[in-house]
């Protein structure tokens, strides 16, 4: 099989990435904290927010999938022949309001009531992930229509991870540095971090669109098979998509609860929020040595062995955590031994859905990227309204008080457990399903290119 991509696609597609990273990164980091402690309304209230607008935003991806798959049919039939970009523009199409809502989710008005504090997050949470929308799913989607190579995708599923990295690195090194210098003013502190960083996402946007190409033709005569149900039916049959589907929701989840302990964790437990930027050297370390690292592990053990193996491993030492001491060097230390192990299944994830869109259209003759990518942001956008619902409950339950000198010894406790207890309960529950669910072992695979296309036509 042809290789087709080179150092530009990479780091334009990893680029993309690092755009979302910046918007969502803020969202999953800091946005219950700015609400808890700067809007003004309580973490039980936040968390049942961010459940329901996550919940509506599951609903809107595969619609957003569905839509790009149907604009795209459109514009075939228009385009005679010519050669045309299935997701490509809508990364430049959506990175202005996606930047614009980004910094406007961090407004907060002054002189609201209780409820209109409420009313005004609801409806720009629910904005931002409906715009937010508009540009990941296509995004995500680019991957498959970019290379069918193996090695490729992986390569591209690990740009992927590193931008998105960075961009959560960047949020954390100057959010907190910026409250620092606002420290009698968050939410000017909030607002003047949001429009630096929404501007360097935007600056990305445009780097991943002017870089990246769609080399893999969509046929038309597989376009005209289109049934939004007959996929979802054939989705019920592929065991490689539900393997990723549950995983990629526990471990998630997982993630997004331990993010949004984080800034808790440092200020509350730790007392010592100015070393929280030290954290971003716990994301991105563990990719740097990770990423070279993977494609050998791959290659020498299988797939689905290098993956349950270290999501088991990656488990066991977040729970490690959770009876060990609450210290800056033990955090850091521990941490980065942990998220090493996270890191591979994180980094593997982006390409084995490529290979679940594959093996659909190996099961049913039908091709559709933007369908099946949309379904499986519904999974994650679902895992990131539990995720964010018991964030918010969990600080209740253990009773977080905002802006108290000092926390209970029930709440520390409370924190602790959310920040490494979640990612470890997670990634037990990934290992599982890579272990039994998983089934497209190296031999399918070839079976599965050869059958959808004997040989890919990069254009």
């Known amino acids: 099989m042809k290789r087709v991509l080179s150092r530009k696609h990479y780091l334009g597609y990893g680029i993309g990435d690092l755009?979302?990273?910046?918007?969502?990164?803020?969202?999953?980091?800091?946005?219950?904290?700015?609400?808890?402690?700067?809007?003004?309304?309580?973490?039980?209230?936040?968390?049942?927010?961010?459940?329901?607008?996550?919940?509506?935003?599951?609903?809107?991806?595969?619609?957003?999938?569905?839509?790009?798959?149907?604009?795209?049919?459109?514009?075939?039939?228009?385009?005679?022949?010519?050669?045309?970009?299935?997701?490509?523009?809508?990364?430049?199409?959506?990175?202005?309001?996606?930047?614009?809502?980004?910094?406007?989710?961090?407004?907060?008005?002054?002189?609201?009531?209780?409820?209109?504090?409420?009313?005004?997050?609801?409806?720009?949470?629910?904005?931002?992930?409906?715009?937010?929308?508009?540009?990941?799913?296509?995004?995500?989607?680019?991957?498959?229509?970019?290379?069918?190579?193996?090695?490729?995708?992986?390569?591209?599923?690990?740009?992927?991870?590193?931008?998105?990295?960075?961009?959560?690195?960047?949020?954390?090194?100057?959010v907190p540095l910026l409250l620092a210098q606002f420290a009698d003013d968050q939410a000017q502190g909030f607002l003047v971090a949001m429009s630096i960083l929404g501007a360097l996402a935007f600056v990305g946007y445009l780097i991943c669109y002017f870089t990246v190409e769609e080399k893999v033709e969509t046929k038309p005569e597989v376009l005209e098979k289109f049934s939004l149900k007959q996929t979802f039916g054939v989705l019920g049959r592929n065991r490689p998509f539900l393997a990723v589907s549950i995983a990629s929701l526990a471990i998630l989840a997982g993630f997004v609860v331990s993010g949004a302990m984080t800034v808790y964790f440092f200020r509350e437990n730790l007392d010592a929020l100015e070393w929280m930027g030290l954290t971003g050297l716990t994301v991105i370390g563990p990719i740097v040595l990770a990423a070279p690292v993977i494609p050998k592990l791959i290659s020498r053990y299988g797939l689905q062995q290098t993956i349950w193996v270290s999501s088991l491993l990656g488990s066991l030492a977040f729970a490690l955590l959770l009876v060990l001491p609450s210290t800056v060097p033990i955090f850091l230390v521990g941490t980065f031994i942990s998220t090493l192990f996270l890191i591979i299944p994180m980094m593997s994830l982006w390409g084995m859905v490529s290979d679940s869109i594959d093996y659909n259209q190996f099961l049913s003759g039908v091709r559709q990227e933007g369908v099946i990518y949309g379904a499986y942001s519904f999974v994650r956008k679902t895992a990131q309204a539990v995720a964010g619902f018991l964030s918010g409950w969990g600080l209740s339950v253990a009773g977080y008080v905002a802006n108290a000198e000092a926390q209970s010894s029930t709440a520390l406790a409370g924190i602790k457990f959310m920040n490494f207890g979640a990612p470890a309960i997670g990634l037990l529950i990934a290992a599982a399903s890579f272990k039994w669910i998983w089934n497209l072992t190296p031999e399918k695979q070839k079976e599965v290119s050869q059958a959808i296309s004997p040989e890919p036509q990069p254009i």
């Open 19 to 174: 755009a979302n990273g910046l918007s969502f990164g803020m969202s999953s980091t800091f946005l219950l904290v700015f609400y808890t402690d700067v809007l003004g309304i309580t973490a039980i209230a936040a968390g049942t927010l961010f459940l329901i607008a996550r919940m509506i935003d599951a609903v809107t991806d595969p619609l957003m999938g569905a839509l790009t798959d149907r604009i795209f049919q459109g514009r075939v039939k228009k385009a005679a022949g010519r050669k045309i970009d299935k997701f490509r523009p809508f990364i430049l199409y959506g990175s202005l309001p996606v930047v614009l809502i980004s910094v406007l989710l961090f407004v907060a008005p002054g002189d609201l009531t209780d409820s209109q504090k409420l009313v005004w997050a609801y409806a720009t949470y629910i904005t931002w992930g409906m715009v937010y929308t508009l540009i990941n799913i296509p995004y995500g989607s680019m991957a498959a229509v970019m290379t069918q190579h193996p090695v490729e995708r992986v390569t591209l599923s690990a740009s992927r991870s590193v931008g998105g990295a960075l961009g959560s690195v960047i949020d954390r090194a100057v």
